[in-house]
């Protein structure tokens, strides 16, 4: 059980198209979902936590405008990068926190993101 | 904001060493996780920890909470454990993750 997807795996877009990552908890509601950023060779960054039903809470430096999140429901969130850009290339990855449950976060396979 | 601070960075040992990845941590904590990451990148959890210690299989992890210190072993060693080990910690259920730099860690046959 605890098996979180993420959508697309693999993403190469142009430089200022949008795209959206989604996120989904398959086996078990998430009241919350954390989004994470890893550039190469550099440790994972928290960008966003977000909360069903409610705004995403963004972390110093990560324009909310820019990266866009919404949690529709229990099993689902969205991450859109807007008009990106090659400085955005990275590897997102996406975490679930079960309604309830303990400390434990799952996480996503991850989307590598390529801006040409 | 949690300093995470991991040691080796870079780790490599022969097949069947016993072998071991501290963290570090300065800030009081909720719980700890110790992460796996293979070359394609995808994440998996390999244990929480909030005291004492946890075995699963080839792998311990121990935890100080006073020392704010933990440490990942694998004993008995294979090729199949060349990955990256990652520590990070929370300040509780709700609460997103402080992520050490990792461990580079290439087991020879």
């Known amino acids: 059980g605890a098996v979180v997807s993420q959508h697309p795996s693999r993403v190469i877009c142009k430089s200022g198209t949008s795209v959206k990552i989604e996120c989904r908890s398959l086996?078990?509601?998430?009241?919350?979902m954390f989004w994470y950023r890893q550039f190469p060779k550099q440790s994972l960054m928290l960008m966003a936590t977000?909360?069903?039903?409610?705004?995403?809470?963004?972390e110093q430096g990560v324009e909310k405008d820019k990266f866009l999140i919404n949690h529709a429901s229990l099993t689902l969130s969205t991450l859109t990068v807007t008009s990106a850009h090659p400085e955005d290339s990275s590897f997102y990855i996406c975490s679930a926190h079960r309604a309830g449950g303990t400390d434990t976060q799952y996480f996503g396979p991850g989307t590598r993101l390529t801006v040409l | 904001k949690n300093e995470v601070e991991q040691s080796p960075q870079n780790l490599t040992a022969q097949e069947g060493e016993f072998i071991t990845i501290n963290c570090s941590y300065s800030v009081g904590i909720s719980a700890l996780h110790w992460l796996q990451q293979h070359p394609g990148g995808g994440i998996v959890s390999l244990f929480m920890l909030s005291s004492g210690k946890k075995k699963h299989g080839r792998l311990i992890a121990t935890i100080n909470i006073q020392e704010k210190h933990s440490s990942l072993h694998i004993t008995a060693s294979h090729p199949r454990d060349s990955a990256v080990y990652i520590c990070?910690?929370?300040?509780?259920?709700?609460?997103?993750?402080?992520f050490g730099k990792g461990t580079h860690l290439i087991i020879q046959p």
């Open positions: 977000s909360n069903e039903g409610s705004k995403a809470t963004y």
């Open positions: 990070a910690v929370s300040g509780g259920g709700a609460d997103g993750l402080t």
């Open positions: 086996d078990f509601q998430a009241t919350t």
